[in-house]
C-alpha cells in the first residue's frame, strides 16, 4: 500500500491536508523539530491532532529531527514518553543518540529515520535496520537505481520513504549552515530562515569586487535557490524501486499549497492502476505557489540542472474556503482575497466538483445586505452556486 504524507504546520493545515486525501500527516512540537517558525503543536494540540487522525483511520508522525548537542537532551525523555502515551504512530528521528535514547524510554514507539540522517548508501541503512528502526527517509541525492539498490539490501519489514515534492535546500539533505552563519540561527535545531531564498550577487575579486549580476529575472537574482521537485509523472518508477511511503515538504507552506499538491497527488496515485493521464494534475501543481520544476537527482546524480531556480510564480491565486454545504442554491464561505461580482471561481476540491466554475452573482453578508465586492478580510458570504460543495473545498481565481 502507497502512503501518501503531507506536511502539517498548524492544525488548519493538518486538516486541509486529510481532507485532499493524504494518508497520514508529519509534524513538529514547540521543541526538537527543525521547523520552528512552522506555528507548530503545543502537547496538548499534538494528543488532539493524533486522536484526529487516528478518527479518519489517518497516521500522524512527529518529527524529533534536530541534530541534538548534550543541552537538547534536558527534558527530551519525558517528551518521548509523552509521545508514545498519546498514542504518536511514529517519530522522525535524525540523530544516532536520540534514537538510542527512544529505545530506551519507550521501546514499542516506532522510529522513521529523517532525511536529515542523509542516508545515501546501502551500509547506512542497514545500519539503522540494525538500531530497530521502522522506516527510512533516504536522502534527495539518491537515484531510482541506488534506492533500489538499497531496498534490495535491507531487511523487507523496514518501509522506504522518499520526497516527492516541494523545495530542496542546496546544502546536503537539508543540513545548512548557511543560516548559521548569516543570522546566528541554526538551521539543525528548526531556526532556519531559509537564507538560500535571499537575493544575492557575485563579486570578482580581481576588478576591485565589482558586482557581477546573474540576470534571472527583473526582480533579482537567486542563485543559491534550488529548483522545486516534482515527480508527480514519475511515481510508478518509485514504486518499482520499493518506496512505499511518498513525502511532500511544506510545513511552512499556505493551507493553499497543502490542498493544492495534496490533491494533486492523491489523484496522480489513484490514476497509477488506470494509467490515466496526468497532464492535468501537472497543470493543478502550477496553480499554486512554486520555482521551476525538476525531478531532482532520480535520474542521475550529476543533474546540475535542478540548482538554479528563480523566484516562485503560480497561476491561480487562494480567494476563498467553503464552510458549509449548499442550501437553497447558496453555499456559506470565508473570504481569502478580494474577488467581485463577475470574476469566476475555480473550485478546489478532492470530490467530482473539483475544477468546477463559479461566475459571482450579488452576494450577500451574515445580516442578509448585498455584497458585490468581497474586499473584508475573512468576511463570511453567502455566494450562488448550483454545484454541492462541501466544507473544506477551497475557491481560487486565476491570476495569470
Same mark, same amino acid.
Given at each position: 500500500?502507497?502512503?501518501?504524507?503531507?506536511?502539517?504546520?498548524?492544525?488548519?493545515?493538518?486538516?486541509?491536508?486529510?481532507?485532499?486525501?493524504?494518508?497520514?500527516?508529519?509534524?513538529?512540537?514547540?521543541?526538537?523539530?527543525?521547523?520552528?517558525?512552522?506555528?507548530?503543536?503545543?502537547?496538548?494540540?499534538?494528543?488532539?491532532?493524533?486522536?484526529?487522525?487516528?478518527?479518519?483511520?489517518?497516521?500522524?508522525?512527529?518529527? *524529533?529531527?534536530?541534530?541534538?548537542?548534550?543541552?537538547?537532551? $534536558? #527534558?527530551?525523555?519525558?517528551?518521548?514518553?509523552?509521545?508514545?502515551?498519546?498514542?504518536?504512530?511514529?517519530?522522525?528521528?535524525?540523530?544516532?543518540?536520540?534514537?538510542?535514547?527512544?529505545?530506551?524510554?519507550?521501546?514499542?514507539?516506532?522510529?522513521?529515520?529523517?532525511?536529515? +540522517?542523509?542516508?545515501?548508501?546501502?551500509? +547506512?541503512?542497514?545500519?539503522?535496520? %540494525?538500531?530497530?528502526?521502522? !522506516?527510512?527517509?533516504?536522502?534527495?541525492?539518491?537515484?531510482?537505481?541506488?534506492?533500489?539498490?538499497?531496498?534490495?539490501?535491507?531487511?523487507?519489514?523496514? =518501509?522506504?520513504?522518499?520526497?516527492?515534492?516541494?523545495?530542496?535546500?542546496?546544502?546536503?539533505?537539508?543540513?545548512? $549552515?548557511?543560516?548559521?552563519?548569516?543570522?546566528?540561527?541554526?538551521?539543525?535545531?528548526?531556526?532556519?530562515?531559509?537564507?538560500?531564498?535571499?537575493?544575492?550577487?557575485?563579486?570578482?575579486?580581481?576588478?576591485?569586487?565589482?558586482?557581477?549580476?546573474?540576470?534571472?529575472?527583473? !526582480?533579482?537574482?537567486?542563485?543559491?535557490?534550488?529548483?522545486?521537485?516534482?515527480?508527480?509523472?514519475?511515481?510508478?518508477?518509485?514504486?518499482?524501486?520499493?518506496?512505499?511511503?511518498?513525502?511532500?515538504? #511544506? !510545513?511552512?507552506?499556505?493551507?493553499?499549497?497543502?490542498?493544492?499538491?495534496?490533491?494533486?497527488?492523491?489523484?496522480?496515485?489513484?490514476?497509477?492502476?488506470?494509467?490515466?493521464?496526468?497532464?492535468?494534475?501537472?497543470?493543478?501543481?502550477?496553480?499554486? @505557489?512554486?520555482?521551476?520544476?525538476?525531478?531532482?537527482?532520480?535520474? #542521475?546524480?550529476?543533474?546540475?540542472?535542478?540548482?538554479?531556480?528563480?523566484?516562485?510564480?503560480?497561476?491561480?491565486?487562494?480567494?476563498?474556503?467553503?464552510? %458549509?454545504?449548499?442550501?437553497?442554491?447558496?453555499?456559506?464561505?470565508?473570504?481569502?482575497?478580494?474577488?467581485?461580482?463577475?470574476?469566476?471561481? =475555480?473550485?478546489?476540491?478532492?470530490?467530482?466538483?473539483?475544477?468546477?466554475?463559479?461566475? *459571482?452573482?450579488?452576494?450577500?453578508?451574515?445580516?442578509?445586505? =448585498?455584497?458585490?465586492?468581497?474586499? @473584508?478580510?475573512?468576511?463570511?458570504?453567502?455566494?450562488?452556486?448550483?454545484?454541492?460543495?462541501?466544507?473544506?473545498?477551497?475557491?481560487?481565481?486565476?491570476?495569470?
Amino acid at each position: 500500500m502507497i502512503e501518501l504524507l503531507a506536511p502539517a504546520g498548524n492544525m488548519d493545515k493538518l486538516k486541509t491536508a486529510f481532507y485532499f486525501g493524504a494518508d497520514a500527516c508529519y509534524f513538529a512540537g514547540t521543541k526538537f523539530g527543525l521547523r520552528a517558525y512552522a506555528g507548530n503543536f503545543t502537547d496538548e494540540d499534538l494528543k488532539t491532532s493524533v486522536e484526529y487522525a487516528h478518527s479518519l483511520n489517518k497516521k500522524a508522525y512527529v518529527t *524529533v529531527n534536530i541534530i541534538a548537542h548534550n543541552e537538547d537532551f $534536558l #527534558g527530551m525523555e519525558d517528551y518521548i514518553k509523552y509521545l508514545y502515551n498519546i498514542g504518536v504512530d511514529a517519530v522522525i528521528v535524525a540523530d544516532v543518540g536520540i534514537i538510542q535514547l527512544i529505545r530506551k524510554v519507550a521501546p514499542k514507539l516506532d522510529i522513521h529515520v529523517s532525511t536529515q +540522517a542523509n542516508i545515501t548508501n546501502k551500509y +547506512a541503512a542497514n545500519f539503522f535496520c %540494525d538500531m530497530g528502526v521502522k !522506516r527510512l527517509v533516504l536522502a534527495r541525492e539518491l537515484s531510482v537505481n541506488e534506492i533500489k539498490e538499497i531496498r534490495n539490501f535491507i531487511p523487507n519489514d523496514v =518501509e522506504i520513504e522518499v520526497f516527492v515534492h516541494g523545495a530542496m535546500c542546496i546544502s546536503y539533505s537539508g543540513r545548512c $549552515l548557511l543560516s548559521n552563519y548569516m543570522a546566528n540561527r541554526d538551521s539543525n535545531k528548526g531556526a532556519c530562515v531559509q537564507a538560500c531564498r535571499w537575493e544575492y550577487t557575485i563579486h570578482e575579486k580581481s576588478r576591485n569586487n565589482e558586482e557581477y549580476p546573474i540576470y534571472e529575472d527583473n !526582480r533579482g537574482t537567486y542563485i543559491l535557490n534550488s529548483k522545486d521537485l516534482n515527480m508527480l509523472e514519475n511515481l510508478q518508477d518509485l514504486i518499482d524501486a520499493g518506496v512505499t511511503s511518498f513525502k511532500i515538504e #511544506g !510545513r511552512m507552506k499556505s493551507v493553499y499549497y497543502v490542498a493544492t499538491v495534496v490533491n494533486a497527488y492523491r489523484r496522480a496515485i489513484n490514476n497509477l492502476k488506470s494509467k490515466k493521464s496526468n497532464a492535468e494534475l501537472m497543470e493543478e501543481l502550477n496553480k499554486t @505557489s512554486h520555482r521551476n520544476y525538476t525531478t531532482g537527482f532520480y535520474y #542521475g546524480s550529476n543533474n546540475k540542472e535542478c540548482l538554479l531556480s528563480s523566484t516562485p510564480v503560480q497561476t491561480h491565486e487562494f480567494m476563498a474556503v467553503v464552510l %458549509d454545504e449548499n442550501k437553497n442554491g447558496e453555499v456559506l464561505i470565508e473570504q481569502r482575497n478580494r474577488f467581485k461580482v463577475g470574476d469566476t471561481l =475555480e473550485v478546489l476540491s478532492p470530490n467530482s466538483t473539483f475544477n468546477k466554475t463559479i461566475v *459571482v452573482e450579488p452576494m450577500r453578508n451574515e445580516k442578509g445586505e =448585498e455584497v458585490v465586492d468581497a474586499l @473584508s478580510v475573512q468576511q463570511k458570504l453567502f455566494l450562488k452556486t448550483s454545484l454541492k460543495l462541501k466544507p473544506g473545498d477551497i475557491l481560487r481565481k486565476k491570476i495569470v
